[in-house]
């Protein structure tokens, strides 16, 4: 409803058709709104994108998202309007609201491990984070990376969440499609070793494919190039609108 | 099966009995552990408990919990007896399992609402940490609490999960209790102002005579004396042992 440009400090709030449809105010390169992006697709939610310039934050998200963060998804047909952050947290919603093409298993005891398997992603985007952020090294982060690719070797399946994508799929997909910034960011190699990551490599061009994950891409040349405004100190928000 | 005592590095895994029965790697002061204890008890599952010194871990923790984490819980009835951390996935497990007495709301707004005021507890639990490792004063606390008296105000109920403790009420009340501890590390009045936590001192009051808090209380002596030992470098684990 932004027309995909990102709405910063001094903008008015957007205003939208009453017409129940969830709203989301999300950044369109951040990894943790991508994660709520993927899941609308994937459950084909209509709901309206408003996206948010988080170095200039517009005066009036605070009234949507008491904390300015994002995403944020508003409810604006329950009572009350609720708006609901924590990308996890609205994507499990997400899940368990919208029965069609569910995401995490049924059951309480794959649920939790799927559960903890993301929670150990954070050594992946921590490293990561500090790579982009600090300068740092990758060993951090193939190392962090080596734990999945056991995983997918131990679930002997294509995807983590079995024949098709799950909830660990979209959720740790979006450090994936952002790991070619490293090759801007970073002097030394790169690359994910395909002969150490075989079984991950072979997930990432599956993903790649998939049609959630296609309906929010971003091409390499486009992450490196935002990174690069970003690293500048003028961050281009609007690079793809 | 440790008898409450804590096993340390050099001592032998203990021998349990074949009998189906969960088990949660444990420790007696931790706050997050006894989130799982407080489940636990709500649901009446029966479960051995086995405490670890975790400033001398036993070298065998790591078998059952490959990253050392406590609480851990083992279940071994499951094929391949995995095992589950992180306090807050192994709550959001035992309840699923468990479904007598349950905790967090069945409808997916309200479970998001309460998991994301937990996300919110992170700033008290942030700053209690702050208070007690690194004498920061007790302002932030206060200002993070104030968002939990405000939100006791909004629900309109005694508890948080209305007219009896949920979710909620169970995965911050180990902070609570924990209360007391400031009084002995720091200088400044420690105590609760029951002016400006009318609702939460009231709850506070109602959380000490409920079955599963009494079931795993330490009293506020007891917390301080186990401080005291921790601050001087010697823990005393099993000072309840």
Same mark, same amino acid.
């Given at each position: 409803?932004?027309?995909?440009?990102?709405?910063?400090?001094?903008?008015?709030?957007?205003?939208?058709?009453?017409?129940?449809? @969830?709203?989301?105010?999300?950044?369109?390169?951040?990894?943790?709104?991508?994660?709520?992006?993927?899941?609308? *697709?994937?459950?084909?939610?209509?709901?309206? *994108?408003? #996206?948010?310039?988080?170095?200039?934050?517009?005066?009036?998200?605070?009234?949507? *998202?008491?904390?300015?963060?994002?995403?944020?998804?508003?409810?604006?047909?329950?009572?009350?309007?609720?708006?609901?952050?924590?990308?996890? =947290?609205?994507?499990?919603?997400?899940?368990?609201?919208?029965?069609?093409?569910?995401?995490?298993?049924?059951?309480?005891?794959?649920?939790?491990?799927?559960? =903890?398997? =993301?929670?150990?992603?954070?050594?992946?985007?921590?490293?990561?984070?500090?790579?982009?952020?600090?300068?740092?090294?990758?060993?951090?982060?193939?190392?962090?990376?080596?734990?999945?690719?056991?995983?997918?070797?131990?679930?002997?399946?294509? #995807?983590?969440?079995?024949?098709?994508?799950?909830?660990?799929?979209?959720?740790?997909?979006?450090?994936?499609?952002?790991?070619?910034?490293?090759?801007?960011?970073?002097k030394e190699n790169y690359d994910l070793d395909e002969k150490r990551f075989v079984k991950l490599?072979?997930?990432?061009? @599956?993903?790649?494919?998939?049609?959630?994950?296609? *309906?929010?891409?971003?091409?390499?040349?486009?992450?490196?190039?935002?990174?690069?405004?970003?690293?500048?100190?003028?961050?281009?928000?609007?690079?793809?609108?």
């Amino acid at each position: 409803m932004s027309g995909g440009k990102h709405l910063a400090k001094g903008s008015t709030k957007p205003i939208l058709p009453d017409d129940g449809v @969830l709203r989301i105010y999300s950044m369109r390169f951040c990894p943790y709104a991508q994660r709520a992006h993927l899941v609308l *697709s994937v459950k084909q939610v209509p709901h309206h *994108s408003i #996206y948010i310039n988080l170095t200039e934050k517009p005066e009036w998200l605070v009234e949507v *998202s008491p904390l300015t963060k994002v995403p944020a998804l508003e409810l604006v047909s329950e009572p009350g309007q609720p708006t609901l952050i924590e990308s996890l =947290i609205i994507a499990e919603y997400l899940d368990e609201k919208y029965p069609q093409n569910p995401l995490l298993p049924k059951d309480p005891l794959r649920r939790a491990l799927d559960k =903890i398997l =993301i929670e150990r992603f954070g050594a992946v985007t921590g490293a990561y984070a500090k790579i982009v952020f600090s300068d740092a090294g990758t060993d951090d982060l193939w190392q962090a990376l080596d734990i999945f690719e056991a995983e997918l070797a131990k679930r002997g399946t294509q #995807y983590f969440g079995g024949d098709k994508p799950g909830f660990v799929d979209y959720m740790i997909w979006p450090w994936f499609e952002r790991l070619p910034v490293l090759k801007f960011l970073v002097k030394e190699n790169y690359d994910l070793d395909e002969k150490r990551f075989v079984k991950l490599s072979k997930w990432i061009a @599956l993903l790649i494919d998939d049609a959630a994950v296609k *309906s929010f891409y971003v091409t390499p040349e486009q992450h490196i190039e935002f990174w690069r405004t970003r690293k500048a100190g003028k961050a281009n928000y609007d690079l793809l609108a």
